[in-house]
């Protein structure tokens, strides 16, 4: 249970404490359960003392030192005790004011826990969807480089090819996926002009009158968000990140009346090529044919609430294969 502060007001209204609950339980400190209980602080003490000395309670188990800033404005380490501390105090001194605390505390900690598991089922749901969005995306990639293989003659050759992706999967597993890109450095953007003589180059291997036609301002719109920024910061910080963004606002925005992922793909190459990132150190294409149209139909088929988890594989896979 994350830490969390309550009121508790006693049914007469003549008793008000700040409650702490944390670790599934309760926590008062001596000030405050001597004005629960109604008696002095050394009174508390002496009876928290018994408690130990009866070895009633084991003390590293129900006391927690917090953070309380006095009256002064100081701040100090001051110790708290659970709530089988509070309680067996509330016995000790016969207070019915003891019985009224422990029921509300029992109610207000059952509903938290039951709160908690609501909230922890509905994360859970969360990252096995995610999952499964990722397993998805590796399984396409798998089958992108499934003819890589068909020559191959031992196993261990097979799990070589498959390695990035096995590494991916793994790495979404223990949340090691990248959401940052590598290449830290400032980006050389094409111009819209530049981007369109790509589109022109393309007409020709495309026998469709309706390729390249924009219906409205989702292309521009796509070139002109990885540029932007706030205060001297982008907001895409590598280069990796940009390209990806590019990709994926171009795959969605439906900006042609016919081509968009074709053209998403192209223009996401053109970005990477100005900036040197299309082949790497051993002059080998960062991303292969195959990859390369697995990630946009990837990109196309997810929903809009799988944008994240999609951008952080594809950052992933141009990071691995530098």
């Known amino acids: 249970m994350d830490s969390q502060i309550e009121i508790y007001k006693a049914s007469d209204n003549q008793v008000e404490i700040i409650v702490q609950f944390e670790s599934d339980s309760v926590w008062l400190n001596r000030e405050q359960m001597a004005k629960l209980f109604g008696r002095d602080i050394k009174t508390i ?126 790495d979404y597993d223990h949340e090691r996926l990248d959401t940052k890109g590598l290449t830290k450095k400032q980006a050389v953007y094409p111009t819209l002009s530049d981007y369109q003589n790509v589109l022109k180059s393309m007409l020709q291997d495309f026998d469709s009158a309706i390729f390249g036609i924009e219906k409205d301002g989702g292309f521009k719109s796509a070139i002109a968000q990885i540029e932007k920024g706030f205060d001297n910061q982008d907001f895409y910080s590598t280069l990796e990140e940009k390209a990806t963004t590019l990709l994926y606002l171009i795959v969605k925005n439906h900006a042609f009346v016919d081509g968009n992922k074709r053209i998403a793909a192209a223009c996401f190459l053109k970005f990477l090529e100005q900036n040197k990132m ?37 950052i992933s896979v141009l990071n691995r294969n530098k």
């Open 45 to 170: 003490g002496k009876h928290i003392s018994n408690i130990f000395n009866d070895q009633e309670l084991e003390h590293k188990s129900v006391v927690a030192k917090f953070a309380t800033t006095a009256n002064d404005g100081k701040t100090y380490q001051v110790e708290f005790y659970n709530l089988d501390v509070i309680i067996s105090v509330g016995y000790r001194v016969k207070s019915k004011q003891g019985t009224q605390f422990r029921q509300w505390a029992t109610k207000r900690l059952k509903e938290l826990l039951v709160q908690g598991y609501t909230l922890n089922e509905k994360r859970l749901e969360q990252k096995e969807q995610e999952i499964k969005i990722l397993k998805n995306g590796i399984q396409i990639l798998a089958r992108s480089v499934g003819k890589a293989i068909e020559n191959q003659e031992n196993n261990a050759s097979f799990l070589e090819t498959f390695a990035k992706g096995l590494t991916l999967l793994d």
């Open 278 to 314: 299309l082949y790497t150190n051993e002059n080998k294409p960062i991303i292969s044919n195959d990859t390369l149209a697995s990630l946009t139909l990837f990109i196309a088929s997810s929903k809009a609430e799988e944008m994240e988890t999609v951008k952080k594989l594809v």
